[in-house]
């Protein structure tokens, strides 16, 4: 129980009127707290880069709009989708965004919301419509990066082709990112493909990674930091590449050049969902539509080499060649079918750590 200023047991006792209590209450509150309490949204998302861009150049612009304080949860996306699994039915978290593999496992389990409808939706390319309860606010490109001048001193035409993994010129000289990680799995999906398989059938894929690919390998890297130093050391030459780390080796002055292989990059989106139970769905779902706003998706492609979903984003040229801009290039990624594989992914896991990267 708060101390109140109730009588003293010393003096005769008088009871209170209800009304009095009420009143002393009141001004307890008043003088001990704010007459209101800010009210607060918790967005979740990755951290680093990522997060410092949320939280210099686009959050305070909607803090200011909506009159709220905005807490940005920093995590990889695994670890988000782990928070919401925890915190089930009774969340912390207004907003995440994660990769779109996490993501479509979230709506798997029922934690977000159905989004609510505005305009801004019609703007957006097709691609970026997960589901009611989810949509993109950026898209990557998983493709091929390559040391442009170690190609040329060799004589070696470019990549061109997801079957370029597998050519023995590169025996020893290529980085791959293993299926833990998205672009190692978005790359086992494709192999699987384009022999005959695919999310459904993807024997032929390991087959591939194993056999084909596997003999060029230097190092399976999960951690796109280290992928960088052995392509700055010259231990590789080429590696499986997301557009937006690409950009990021690219902005030290290293002459790696990115391509989209002929069959198609592969998108990875990054999406956002309001989550269910929602104490401030209204925001949630504000904040959200702000993030696909023109100006905020400028940010993002400018800050984080994160391509607009939004189609009436407007690029300078220098920006836009780093990124799957515009219809032609957004139109022709390829996409993965998520409800297929999440089911399976810890079996692949499991299988891959005992017959591929041993």
Same mark, same amino acid.
């Given at each position: 129980?708060?101390?109140?200023?109730?009588?003293?047991?010393?003096?005769?006792?008088?009871?209170?009127?209800?009304?009095?209590?009420?009143?002393?209450?009141?001004?307890?509150?008043?003088?001990?707290?704010?007459?209101?309490?800010?009210?607060? =949204?918790?967005?979740?998302?990755?951290?680093?880069?990522?997060?410092?861009?949320?939280?210099? $150049?686009?959050?305070?612009?909607?803090?200011?709009?909506?009159?709220?304080?905005?807490? !940005?949860?920093?995590?990889?996306?695994?670890?988000?989708?782990?928070?919401?699994?925890?915190?089930?039915?009774?969340?912390?978290?207004?907003?995440?965004?994660?990769?779109?593999?996490?993501?479509?496992?979230?709506?798997?389990?029922?934690?977000?919301?159905? =989004?609510?409808?505005?305009?801004? !939706?019609?703007?957006?390319?097709?691609?970026?419509?997960?589901?009611?309860?989810?949509?993109?606010?950026?898209?990557?490109?998983?493709?091929?990066? !390559?040391?442009?001048?170690?190609?040329?001193?060799?004589?070696?035409?470019?990549?061109?082709?997801?079957?370029?993994?597998?050519?023995?010129?590169?025996?020893?000289? =290529?980085?791959?990112?293993?299926?833990?990680?998205?672009?190692?799995?978005?790359?086992?999906?494709?192999?699987?493909?384009?022999?005959?398989?695919?999310?459904?059938?993807?024997?032929?894929?390991?087959?591939?990674?194993?056999?084909?690919?596997?003999?060029?390998?230097?190092?399976?890297?999960?951690?796109?930091?280290?992928?960088?130093?052995?392509?700055?050391?010259?231990?590789?030459?080429?590696?499986?590449?997301?557009?937006? $780390?690409?950009?990021?080796?690219?902005?030290?002055?290293?002459?790696?050049?990115?391509?989209?292989?002929?069959?198609?990059?592969?998108?990875?989106?990054?999406?956002?969902?309001? /989550?269910?139970?929602?104490?401030?769905?209204?925001?949630?779902?504000?904040?959200?539509?702000? /993030?696909?706003?023109?100006?905020?998706?400028?940010?993002?492609?400018?800050?984080?080499?994160?391509?607009?979903?939004?189609?009436?984003?407007?690029?300078?040229?220098?920006?836009?060649?780093?990124?799957?801009?515009?219809?032609?290039?957004?139109?022709?990624?390829?996409?993965?079918?998520?409800?297929?594989?999440?089911?399976?992914?810890?079996?692949?896991?499991? $299988?891959?750590?005992?017959?591929?990267? $041993?």
């Amino acid at each position: 129980m708060n101390s109140l200023d109730l009588p003293s047991a010393a003096r005769p006792f008088r009871p209170f009127h209800r009304s009095a209590v009420a009143i002393a209450l009141t001004l307890a509150a008043m003088g001990s707290a704010p007459a209101f309490a800010e009210t607060t =949204l918790y967005v979740a998302g990755v951290g680093g880069s990522t997060e410092q861009m949320y939280k210099n $150049r686009v959050i305070p612009a909607f803090e200011k709009q909506h009159n709220v304080k905005v807490v !940005y949860v920093a995590g990889n996306s695994t670890e988000t989708l782990a928070k919401l699994q925890a915190q089930k039915g009774r969340q912390q978290i207004n907003v995440a965004m994660m990769d779109d593999g996490p993501m479509y496992q979230a709506l798997q389990m029922g934690l977000c919301e159905k =989004l609510t409808d505005a305009p801004i !939706y019609k703007d957006l390319y097709p691609l970026a419509r997960l589901s009611p309860e989810a949509t993109g606010i950026g898209v990557v490109a998983t493709g091929i990066g !390559y040391n442009e001048e170690a190609f040329k001193k060799r004589g070696w035409a470019a990549p061109d082709s997801w079957e370029n993994l597998t050519d023995p010129r590169f025996k020893q000289l =290529l980085g791959m990112p293993p299926v833990t990680n998205t672009y190692g799995l978005h790359t086992l999906v494709e192999m699987a493909r384009l022999r005959g398989g695919g999310e459904k059938n993807i024997d032929p894929g390991f087959k591939a990674l194993k056999d084909e690919i596997g003999p060029n390998v230097l190092a399976w890297v999960s951690a796109p930091g280290e992928m960088d130093g052995m392509m700055q050391n010259g231990d590789i030459v080429m590696a499986v590449y997301g557009s937006g $780390r690409a950009v990021a080796l690219q902005g030290t002055g290293f002459p790696l050049k990115f391509i989209y292989p002929k069959e198609g990059g592969i998108a990875l989106q990054v999406a956002a969902c309001s /989550v269910t139970p929602n104490a401030q769905s209204e925001l949630a779902q504000a904040f959200i539509q702000y /993030v696909l706003s023109p100006e905020v998706q400028e940010i993002q492609a400018r800050e984080n080499g994160f391509a607009p979903v939004n189609q009436t984003v407007k690029l300078p040229d220098d920006v836009a060649a780093r990124m799957p801009y515009g219809p032609e290039k957004v139109n022709a990624l390829i996409k993965v079918d998520w409800e297929s594989i999440n089911p399976q992914r810890s079996e692949w896991t499991t $299988r891959w750590n005992r017959t591929v990267e $041993r």
